[in-house]
């Protein structure tokens, strides 16, 4: 591959497109799910529907084809902002997105950005 095809591809296939974002999503939510500070917050959810939410998201938000119809950040999270969501849940959110991709063996850098990405959405999700 020339440099100027490995610059100019997405973060999301540079990840390795819809098996590997598939597979980060299912990681992460066991990790999220098995976590006290945070899985109280997926009591009432249907974690498929939750996970293919997060799927199309995180395709999008990494640069993939954009098929995530859902409602945007602030609005999906507002029920969670009243029972009490902070920015130490998003931060515990943060440290399994993180090792989810060091367990895919993603480099570093490809981390990085996905982390970038992910953070910049904390002020909507949290309501700020």
């Not at 990840?15 to 997926?42: H, M, S, T």
């Not at 480099?107 to 999700?125: F, G, M, V, W």
């Amino acid at each position: 591959m020339s440099d100027s095809q490995e610059t100019s591809q997405s973060l999301y296939e540079k990840l390795g497109g819809e098996a590997a974002v598939d597979a980060a999503v299912d990681i992460f939510y066991r990790k999220v799910l098995a976590d006290y500070r945070i899985n109280r917050f997926f009591d009432n959810s249907d974690m498929e529907k939750q996970a293919a939410k997060q799927k199309a998201f995180l395709t999008m938000a990494f640069g993939g084809p954009n098929n995530y119809s859902g409602t945007d950040m602030r609005t999906a999270h507002a029920r969670l902002v009243k029972m009490g969501l902070n920015d130490s849940h998003f931060d515990a959110v943060m440290e399994h997105l993180g090792a989810t991709l060091t367990e895919l063996n993603v480099p570093q850098e490809l981390i990085a950005q996905a982390a970038a990405i992910a953070e910049s959405t904390r002020k909507d999700i949290l309501g700020k």
